[in-house]
């Protein structure tokens, strides 16, 4: 029963992806054939308006406990004295890969001790290998580096029952708790840099 729940969840997220309506033209490198594949076919809707004053408690990853795409076990302490940036994509969602390259230039560029980047892949599951191999695809030729991590309960819990859009962004503390704001659909380097930069 709680399995068939968490593929409605999946499925329910796949249906509702947002396509990102960003009026600005996206600069990137990722190869056609990987966008063009992955195309959603279901029309754009309005993007929810970012929250400010989400409770506390929401995203929280303190409890973290899964495995990433090349099923290197991870958990809480990937948090450990950072702040980090934490993109909730999906393998249909264009606008998502879209923009993968330029979390990774933000990686490149501002991570360190104090920061990082992470995905969650908001259309697996850890006990399931649908949509793995896309997944593996779309990292491959976006040139991305960080960890993308496969959601297990706790992330489909603590996360994705409140993401109703991909991409959706946020960012948490060292123990992973949800900071700041949620930003919904496609956005570019400049955005995330001015943003990582008034966090750290």
């Known amino acids: ?33 990987v966008v063009e594949s992955s195309l959603s076919e279901n029309q754009p809707g309005d993007l929810p308006k970012e929250e400010t004053n989400v409770k506390e408690d929401f995203f929280d990853l303190s409890l973290l406990n899964s495995v990433d795409l090349n099923g290197n076990p991870i958990d809480s302490s990937i948090f450990e004295n950072k702040y980090t940036l934490v993109n909730v994509w999906a393998t249909n969602c264009r ?16 991570g360190g001790d104090d920061f990082q980047v992470i995905g969650i892949i908001s259309d697996t599951y850890v006990e399931s290998e649908i949509n793995l191999d896309a997944a ?9 580096e960080y960890s993308n991590i496969i959601p297990n309960e706790h992330i489909i819990e603590e996360v994705l029952m409140h993401v109703q859009f991909v ?15 949620m930003v919904y659909g496609l956005r570019e380097y400049d955005f995330f840099e001015a943003w990582v930069n008034s966090v750290k």
């Open 167 to 181: 991409p959706t962004t946020f960012i948490v503390d060292s123990e992973g708790k949800f900071i700041g704001e």
């Open 1 to 33: 029963m709680k399995l068939n729940k968490i593929i409605l969840l999946i499925l329910g997220i796949i249906i509702f992806s947002s396509c990102g309506n960003n009026n600005t033209a996206p600069n990137t490198e990722v190869k056609e054939e």
């Open 136 to 144: 593996k695809k779309i990292v491959e030729q976006t040139g991305v």
């Open 95 to 110: 606008p998502c890969i879209i923009e993968m390259p330029d979390l990774q230039k933000i990686q490149e560029n501002l």
